[in-house]
Structures are given as structure tokens and as C-alpha cells.
């Protein structure tokens, strides 16, 4: 079992800058055994991928165009995993979610197992 918790949310003008954090333990996470990836859901739109780090490869994925903006990091002795975001528009809002599993093909596809509960991200003029 793994157990995510994201943190780091709340509400920013545009232009700001953020930084997510997502917690991960559990019996079954050992620190370098999952992949984790950030998604993140705008009010009335699908959930998205942004991103996927493997602890052992420390090599991180980005959907699309995400990249420009977005920032995957990890902290392998602490168990978290962080994205950074600069630049936020009102298009940014919404929830971010931090999700695992054991390969990074699957996290990206939106197939985790794992998920946690989120954090609100708010973006204002």
C-alpha cells in the first residue's frame, strides 16, 4: 500500500510561482520502488498529466508542453516528490494530484494505482 499526500497549494496571482509537494509512505513503498507523477484536473475538464519521476533513474517525463513551465524534482531520502510551476495563468487553476505506480508508462497513461487526495490551486488576475 501507498499513501500520498500532496501540500503546497492555495491561491496565487498570475504571473506567481508555486511549489507542490507530495508525501509518499506506506508498507509498500520503499523510496525507490514507485514511479510519481503530478496530474492536475481544471473545473469541468479531464484530469491531465504533467509529469512522471522514477526514483531509481531520477530521470523525469513531461506530457506535451508541460516542461515549458512545469518542474518535476524528488527527494529520494525524504520519500517526496515536488513540482514546481512558474509563470501561473488562470488556465493553472485547479486540483493537482500526485499519483504511483510501479512503472512510469502507467503512471503517465492516468493508471495508477495510487492516488492522493489533492491540493487546490488557485489562480487569480
Known amino acids: 500500500q501507498v499513501h500520498l499526500v500532496e501540500s503546497g497549494g492555495g491561491s496565487v496571482q498570475t504571473g506567481g510561482s508555486l511549489r507542490l509537494t507530495c508525501a509518499a509512505s506506506g508498507t509498500g513503498y520503499t523510496g525507490t520502488n514507485y514511479c510519481l507523477g503530478w496530474f492536475r484536473q481544471a473545473p469541468g475538464k479531464k484530469r491531465e498529466a504533467i509529469a512522471t519521476?522514477?526514483?531509481?533513474?531520477?530521470?523525469?517525463h513531461y506530457a506535451g508542453r508541460m516542461e515549458d513551465r512545469f518542474t518535476i524534482s524528488q527527494d529520494i531520502v525524504r520519500k517526496m516528490v515536488h513540482l514546481s510551476v512558474n509563470n501561473l495563468n488562470y488556465e493553472d487553476t485547479g486540483m493537482y494530484y500526485c499519483a504511483a505506480d510501479v512503472l512510469c508508462s502507467t503512471v503517465m497513461e492516468g493508471q495508477s494505482k495510487f492516488w492522493g487526495q489533492g491540493t487546490q490551486v488557485t489562480v487569480s488576475p
Open positions: 519521476i522514477h526514483p531509481a533513474t531520477d530521470s523525469p
